[in-house]
């Protein structure tokens, strides 16, 4: 018979709860440093961010690369959570689209920043930790693509999968070369003008189906 207490969730003690703590604040200060100044933001930097000592960090992340590799997650996830849900029923189609890329390009330049170009150069001197969640990067971005494109395309009328030409629109409108390509432009900006781009593709993709564009959607 298994033991009924294994059952109960394990509550973190006082100690757990803190260190739990003080290691997101870390991983926070780390996104900080590396949005200011790329993958290579030395351990100082990232302290000064977290508010912590450099004692702290190693104490919670034995080397730089570990800590690095920890904030690209963490990062990757939090790019997740903040995808736009799927319009609700009456939303005006083109704006949701517009409010989709704002929100995407405010968060990359948040939270990625000058890591962009480090993402996507070619550098060997990267700690295997690092070099391995970089590895994964493109397959996270595909998919981010493949979910705004795909709500998109079904929420205005679009037949089955979007075509590919539409969801490679997607993907070069919400990636860092968009958001960085206008250095005058602000992120909301830049969103604005990758929405009226991306409802230019979806509406000239619909025609070529066959469907209607929405009613009331104006360019």
Do not use: C, K
């Not at 739990?20 to 200011?36: D, L, N």
């Not at 849900?85 to 189609?93: F, M, T, W």
């Not at 993402?119 to 700690?127: A, M, S």
């Amino acid at each position: 018979m298994a033991d009924e207490g294994a059952e109960i969730d394990h509550v973190p003690t006082l100690r757990e709860d803190s260190r739990a703590r003080a290691r997101s604040r870390i991983i926070q200060g780390a996104s900080r440093a590396v949005a200011r100044a790329g993958l290579d933001a030395t351990i100082d930097e990232i302290a000064d961010e977290a508010g912590v000592s450099r004692r702290t960090v190693f104490r919670h992340f034995a080397t730089h690369g570990e800590l690095i590799a920890a904030t690209i997650r963490d990062t990757i996830v939090v790019v997740g959570d903040r995808l736009p849900s799927a319009p609700e029923h009456g939303e005006d189609l083109q704006t949701w689209v517009s409010v989709a890329m704002v929100q995407m390009h405010e968060t990359i330049r948040e939270l990625v920043g000058r890591a962009f170009w480090d993402i996507h150069i070619e550098r060997t001197e990267y700690p295997p930790e690092v070099a391995e969640v970089l590895s994964r990067i493109n397959v996270q971005r595909h998919r981010f693509t493949d979910y705004l494109a795909g709500t998109a395309w079904t929420s205005v009328g679009g037949r089955g999968d979007p075509p590919r030409w539409v969801t490679d629109s997607f993907y070069l409108h919400g990636s860092g070369f968009a958001t960085f390509a206008h250095p005058t432009y602000s992120a909301r900006q830049t969103g604005e003008l990758s929405g009226r781009i991306l409802w230019v593709v979806l509406t000239s993709a619909l025609e070529q189906q066959g469907s209607s564009a929405p009613a009331g959607a104006g360019v």
